[in-house]
């Protein structure tokens, strides 16, 4: 067996090269073609009719004047009399005709009666939430009682940061074939081509053996694009009922920010106390979150910061009368790190403390407190913070005052279950092959470079072919995982690979196999590398053979083999300007200090470092789903008044990319998620010290932060 | 004056109780009868006035990247859809669909504008140009393509072709952009993905490019 | 979007025939940014469209005796690039600049501004103009976060047009035509609070269209001031537009009318006369700022909105005066 260890970092010659992503200019030109952008021969377009009530009961639906409709070619009913319908946007019929107006005009033609019920929809204020909440059980750690007593400072406050929704440009959806010799053919747009299949099958009770599932690109994910949805399942049924013509879905916005995922909700009364030094000894925490109608979990806190002695924490599932949570890059960590990261610079406030210092000086309570030390020294020396910061609310006289804050993070990222096949043709071609996908991450343009740095050959030299069942299976992209899963399957095919090329070649070069390598598209004798042969003469050998080897990343052995591994910290400082007066918040600085493992390509690696970045400064400042008491409808479901930032929003964004030999020695570990968990806090953390207090919940719009300067409730 | 003379239109709008569709993603959900797509009736088409089309299907040629284009259209459909669509040019995505986040950028008459709010009939006799009738050209990319694929100012790409458009339009009449006034330039787009760190210095180094004249 | 027939006149008159006596009959269809999302969204459903970009005499900007004549079709991005609006209206020039994309300045048109409709978002899901819904009243029970803080009367919506409040800071008027002539109105005039679900918020008849706005050229001193919480596309939370006629280093008259805070702009008329005979200085514009306010009856969340009110009028007088804050 080949040793798969990665190549001492000194010696790669591919891997760790700012190489631009290889579909950059597919995408940039227009010409990549996602599973929305799809036509096919015969395709009918299908929409959804949903319910306008968050609550309600379906007395009757008619779908007959809709099936009369010219050009409707199949209508079918979701949500029957009887149906109980749990929020607004609920699946009750869909329609497939020729054209998507056609489909439109025929859906607004379908007549339901809904016996209206009381929904619940808003869950800030815990005095509201009554009934609706759903007690976890109280943890206690240590003494808090006495804690609290002898605690010399305690700091006390509500935080709240609400839904989000993931608002991927591309909607959900889906181009589906069911034809009538029961074969599937899926184009999607998921995070997740080889486990849709699964899903299918299952679902639709078709062997999976007959569906295809096929995906290019897809246009964001973000932890909610991982099931084949409702609305898959039955638009494939459509395309069955009207004998196998393709049909083709796709959210329109209003409802892809009502159904297409959410983040849930995180709201938090907390109380943290510490000695004069700052050292820090109690955590009570009584938290609630929603996430729909089945609640919301708790944030796992105290954050970061898990070691407090003395703890108090208590949870309550909020269930409301809206759609479902997903995941969401970093589940569950922002709210976590928000209502951590929060009280802990209200009490570094109320200590008179400098909370960087605060922070150094509790990392013991951390799972990696040097990691933690070197970056919040790292953050602070990057946005000038022995200049910049001051003590809270001492940002002078003007209307705009400056203020700097800090969060801290953690994250996994460890590679997830994957499979590639590398393939070795007679004149020299390389084909990697997973049914993996790229979210964007550059996915495809690692596994380039993996093979690339394995094989002794160029990027240009691989072709990389991801996003289709036809190839090995690959896991999920989500949790980070992708990166570590198929870096480590592709490093294992191709060297599986090249195992069974030295053999072909050994006779040709006068050496046994295992005295073979390969350097710069060449196979060469390890210590004669004067006998060698170029690449392609050293393919032809095979003569019509081809190799064709899969290599695999499993969990379970993935750390011994040292390929890739997961678990890093990381720290964020925001710089921000608030005009007082107005309440606007600008952003000055994001710096991102990132703890990561190998890098194999630092550009695509930065790049996501940034969106982490400017997505936190969205939820910090601008986004929230807003949803209607009265109506129990989301007000917000579109682009305008759900707020994203544009590009002159965000400031500067500092990223230091931590790529050492001792980082480099953990294999990889994955980095989509890691740098979206500090920033909101961060941030906030950077208006209190600006305006010297707290505006209690994210996003900190003008509005929220009047309102707090005002002493009035949000 | 009443608002909504239609009688339809004003059931519609009323609500008829619980009824009403946010944003067409509710469209018709226990509408009980209220919305009658067809509201153009015999009425309307007896009194069609000269030069007056549609409301059904009108045949209309259109000049997309510099070729004349035949389509049939109804009134209602966006020069977006009709894009995307029938004519297979998807390059400009939907996205908002509301004017609101510069996916669907395409270039009329040289200038930027949002596809999906104007209507295909309205395009005829003018030059449309999407990111395909510039993006690549006798095999070359052009210089706002190669400097956001060397910026990696894409990641999803999802929103990109409307940002290269956006950013093509803006150095048209910026040749010689500031940091700043690439930023006012570019706020009629999105990205979800955040790619406006890249996108900032592309868009600069596009500049310089096509200064250099590698590519007009 | 309902079906609807498509006509695109090349002469006024043609388009005035084109169309009807009622709203549902025929719409005005210029740079279609507003018009075509309220259709998609079921709001509206007009049965014809009048295309009204070609037709000449909504065109262009030009220099009349009554001043500087801005036809409707004008689109946002030829007014800020004009030089005779650019030379003596930089309140107007900010409003149109505030609208932070390319693509909404090259297809919005200043017509279009003036007549778009509000962007409440109880309107925008159908539920009217007041909107109610089981006998409740959405905005004063709901969330009233973006609505208005000031204007008497049963509309809470704000009015979205960022040209109207510059317009009638600027004394500017606008002339519409229907098939039996023209009028002409003050800018000022032309925004109207309905009093009922059934009315529209500006003085226009179904059958009208408004051909141009007519800005007199002053010494006047002016400048508008936006408060927004985005530097891409997005909506102000408000805005203030004034016009100072000095007399000497006082202010002789100022005209001072806030935007995004009421129903119409809100001409905020007790402020502009305190303000006559004193010299702008921070104290004076901050005490105008809260004078323009003084009447805000903010609903259930939007309080806020009142002092930043306050604050883009003294902010607006100190850049208009160009005394630095
Ligand atoms: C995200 C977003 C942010 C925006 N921010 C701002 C902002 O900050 N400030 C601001 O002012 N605007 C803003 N806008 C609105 C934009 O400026 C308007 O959509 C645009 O000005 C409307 O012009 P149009 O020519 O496209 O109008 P259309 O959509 O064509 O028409 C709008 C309405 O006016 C009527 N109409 C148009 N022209 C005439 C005429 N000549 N006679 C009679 N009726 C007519 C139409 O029938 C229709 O009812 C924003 C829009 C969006 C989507
Ligand atoms: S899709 Fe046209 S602007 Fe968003
Ligand atoms: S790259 Fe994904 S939305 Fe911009």
Not at chain 1, 480 to 487: D, I
Not at chain 2, 16 to 25: A, I, L, Q, W
Not at chain 3, 258 to 277: E, M
Request: glycine content about 10%.
């Amino acid at each position: 067996m080949p040793e798969y260890r990665w190549p001492d970092m000194s010696k790669r010659k591919v891997m760790g090269q700012r190489f631009s992503r290889l579909d950059g200019v597919e995408k940039s030109s227009g010409r990549a073609k996602y599973s929305s952008d799809l036509n096919k021969p015969g395709m009918l377009h299908a929409v959804l009719v949903t319910s306008p009530h968050a609550h309600a009961k379906v007395r009757s639906i008619d779908t007959s004047a809709a099936e009369k409709h010219p050009g409707v070619a199949a209508v079918r009913v979701i949500a029957p009399a009887g149906t109980e319908i749990q929020w607004a946007g609920w699946e009750v019929a869909i329609i497939a005709a020729n054209t998507e107006l056609a489909a439109r005009d025929a859906a607004a033609k379908v007549k339901v009666e809904y016996d209206v019920l009381e929904h619940f929809v808003r869950e800030a204020d815990l005095k509201k939430v009554k009934t609706r909440a759903k007690p976890a059980g109280e943890q206690v750690e240590g003494d808090p009682e006495m804690a609290a007593k002898q605690a010399d400072v305690v700091s006390e406050g509500y935080y709240g940061i609400p839904v989000l929704t993931h608002c991927c440009l591309e909607t959900h959806g889906n181009v589906v074939q069911w034809t009538p010799d029961n074969k599937v053919e899926f184009n999607p747009s998921t995070q997740s081509v080889t486990s849709i299949r699964g899903d299918l099958a299952r679902l639709l009770s078709v062997p999976a053996a007959n569906i295809h599932v096929h995906q290019d690109h897809v246009g964001g994910g973000f932890g909610s694009k991982f099931q084949p949805d409702r609305w898959g399942l039955e638009s494939s049924q459509l395309s069955k009922q009207a004998g196998g013509r393709p049909v083709k879905i796709f959210l329109d916005r209003a409802t892809e920010l009502v159904i297409g995922g959410i983040r849930p909700s995180g709201f938090a009364n907390i109380k943290v106390g510490a000695k004069k030094d700052g050292t820090i000894t109690l955590w009570e925490s009584e938290s609630w979150a929603t996430g729909g109608i089945g609640g919301g979990g708790s944030p796992p806190i105290p954050y970061v910061f898990t070691k407090i002695p003395n703890r108090r924490q208590s949870h309550s599932a909020v269930s409301t009368n809206t759609a479902p949570s997903r995941a969401w890059r970093a589940p569950n960590h922002q709210q976590a790190c928000y209502l951590t990261c929060a009280p802990l610079e209200d009490l570094a406030a109320k200590l008179k403390m400098d909370p960087v210092e605060l922070l150094i000086k509790n990392a013991g309570l951390t799972a990696r407190p040097d990691t933690y030390v070197r970056q919040l020294k790292k953050a602070a020396e990057l946005s000038e913070w022995s200049k910049l910061w001051h003590p809270r609310g001492d940002a002078g006289k003007g209307s705009i005052r400056r203020g700097l804050g800090v969060g801290a993070g953690t994250w996994g990222g460890a590679g997830h279950d994957s499979t590639a096949r590398v393939t070795i043709h007679p004149d020299g071609t390389v084909e990697v092959e997973l049914g993996s996908q790229d979210l964007g991450t550059g996915t495809r343009t690692i596994i380039a470079q993996v093979a690339a740095e394995s094989l002794g050959l160029r990027v240009q030299d691989v072709r990389v072919k991801i996003g289709d069942t036809n190839y090995p299976p690959s896991g999920t992209s989500g949790g980070s995982t992708t990166v570590g899963g198929v870096s480590s399957s592709t490093r294992k095919a191709s060297l599986n690979a090249l195992e069974k090329l030295y053999i072909e070649v050994a006779e040709a070069l006068g050496a046994p196999a295992d005295q073979l390598t390969v350097a710069e598209g060449k196979v060469l004798v390890k210590d004669n590398p004067a006998k060698s042969l170029p690449w392609k003469a050293a393919c032809q050998k095979l003569g019509v053979k081809t190799i064709s080897e899969t290599g695999s990343n499993v969990p379970a052995q993935a750390a011994r083999e040292g390929l890739n591994t997961g678990g890093v910290g990381g720290v964020q400082i925001a710089d921000v300007s608030v005009d007082i007066e107005t309440g606007v918040v600008k952003m000055n600085r994001l710096v991102a200090v990132q703890d990561m493992g190998l890098v194999i390509n630092p550009k695509t690696a930065e790049s996501q470092i940034f969106g982490a970045c400017i997505m936190s400064i969205c939820g910090a400042l601008m986004e929230e789903r807003i949803t209607d008491e009265i109506t129990g409808r989301v007000l917000n479901a579109d682009m305008e008044f759900y707020k994203l930032a544009g590009i002159k929003d965000i400031g500067e964004i500092v990223v230091h990319l931590d790529i050492t030999e001792e980082n480099d020695k953990r294999g990889v570990i994955g980095l989509g998620e890691p740098p979206a968990v500090p920033g909101i806090a961060a941030i906030s953390n950077a208006v209190a010290n600006a305006i010297g207090l707290r505006v209690p919940t994210v996003p900190m719009t003008p509005m929220h932060v009047l309102n707090a300067l005002a002493g009035r409730k949000s | 004056m009443s608002q909504f003379q239609d009688p339809e239109e004003r059931d519609k709008v009323k609500g008829k109780g619980s009824g009403f569709s946010r944003r067409g993603f509710m469209q018709g959900v226990g509408v009980t009868g209220a919305v009658a797509p067809a509201l153009i009736g015999t009425d309307a088409q007896a009194q069609t006035a000269p030069g007056v089309m549609g409301p059904a299907g009108v045949a209309i040629v259109l000049n997309i990247n510099g070729k004349a284009t035949k389509a049939t259209v109804e009134p209602r459909e966006t020069l977006l859809d009709v894009l995307r669509g029938q004519l297979d040019i998807t390059g400009a995505k939907r996205v908002c669909d509301r004017g609101s986040c510069g996916a669907c950028s395409v270039l009329v008459n040289g200038k930027v504008m949002y596809a999906c709010s104007i209507l295909a009939i309205d395009a005829q006799g003018k030059q449309i140009t999407t990111i395909e009738g510039f993006s690549i050209t006798g095999g070359k990319a052009h210089p706002v393509v190669t400097a956001f694929v060397a910026h990696d100012a894409q990641q999803c790409g999802y929103c990109t072709p409307g940002f290269v458009v956006a950013s093509k339009a803006f150095l048209d009449t910026h040749p010689n952009p500031t940091y700043e006034q690439v930023q006012d330039g570019l706020g009629g787009n999105l990205c979800r993905c955040g790619t406006y760190v890249g996108i900032r210095k592309a868009v600069l180094e596009a500049a310089k490019m096509m200064k250099g004249g590698s590519n007009a | 979007m309902q079906p609807f027939e498509y006509a695109s006149p090349k002469t006024l008159k043609e388009a005035l025939a084109l169309l009807g006596a009622g709203w549902g009959d025929a719409a005005v269809l210029a740079g279609g940014t507003d018009l075509l999302s309220l259709m998609k969204d079921n709001v509206m459903a007009p049965k014809r469209l009048v295309n009204v970009k070609e037709i000449p005499e909504l065109k262009g900007i030009t220099k009349t005796g009554a001043g500087v004549r801005i036809g409707a079709a004008v689109t946002v991005d030829e007014l800020a690039s004009n030089a005779l609006i650019r030379a003596s209206f930089p309140a107007l020039l900010a409003a149109a600049q505030g609208i932070s994309s390319m693509q909404m300045r090259n297809m919005g048109t200043v017509g279009g501004d003036l007549c778009q409709r509000p962007r409440c978002w109880y309107f925008r899901a159908g539920f009217g103009l007041l909107p109610t819904h089981e006998g409740k009243n959405l905005v004063a029970e709901g969330d009233s976060r973006y609505h208005a803080i000031l204007g008497a009367g049963p509309a809470h919506f704000v009015s979205a047009s960022s040209f109207g409040p510059a317009l009638i800071a600027l004394g500017a008027k606008v002339k519409i035509a229907s098939a039996k002539g023209t009028r002409e109105v003050e800018a000022a005039k032309f925004f109207v609070a309905p009093q009922n679900s059934e009315t529209r918020e500006v003085a226009l008849q179904p059958n009208e269209i408004l051909t141009e706005i007519v800005v007199p050229v002053s010494a006047a001193k002016n400048a508008t001031y936006e408060i927004r919480q985005k530097d891409a596309l997005d909506w102000p939370l408000a805005t203030a537009s004034v016009s100072l006629t000095m007399k000497g280093t006082a202010v002789g008259s100022a005209r001072i009318v806030l935007g995004h805070v009421g129903p119409t702009p809100f001409d905020a008329d007790g402020a502009a006369k305190w303000l006559a005979g004193k010299t702008i200085t921070v104290e004076t514009a901050e005490a105008a700022g809260k004078a323009a306010v003084e009447s805000a009856k903010p609903l259930k969340d939007n309080a806020y909105k009142v002092q930043m009110a306050a604050v883009a009028v003294k902010r607006a007088l100190l850049a208009a005066a160009g005394v630095k804050a």
